[in-house]
């Protein structure tokens, strides 16, 4: 995993499972571009407080983590993460759920010291 950030870093701030890797790598695919990379961030927000977005961003804002997350045998896929983010989220592992019962992205994150019964907000 390479890292490009504008502070000194020794570890990427989130990484993501294989799973949730490769479904970023489809839908970055489906959107036809490659000037666009994932951008996390915690944002106020939620019943707890803060809330995780993830979005798909073009931008390159000042003190931004920049993170290349390796998929084996595929390439890779950019990640971005503010830096008033990366303190919440250093640790984080974004993984991808695909069953009948349930899908999408989950984060869980070593950070967050409790969240709500809806599980889309966290307190620090």
Do not use: H, W
Not at 11 to 30: F, G, I, M, N, Y
Not at 96 to 105: A, C, L, R, S, V
């Amino acid at each position: 995993m390479s890292i490009t950030p504008a502070e000194p870093t020794v570890t990427a701030p989130v990484a993501l499972s294989e799973a949730a890797a490769l479904k970023v790598r489809e839908l970055l695919d489906a959107e036809g571009r490659d000037d666009l990379r994932l951008r996390i961030a915690v944002q106020p927000g939620g019943c707890a407080g803060m809330q995780y977005q993830l979005f798909f961003d073009e931008r390159s804002l000042d003190g931004d983590v920049l993170v290349d997350q390796p998929i084996e045998g595929a390439g890779s896929v950019p990640l971005v993460v503010d830096r008033a983010s990366v303190p919440l989220l250093t640790g984080a592992t974004i993984s991808y759920t695909d069953t009948i019962e349930k899908q999408g992205f989950e984060i869980d994150n070593p950070n967050a010291g409790g969240g709500c019964a809806c599980g889309n907000s966290f307190c620090g």
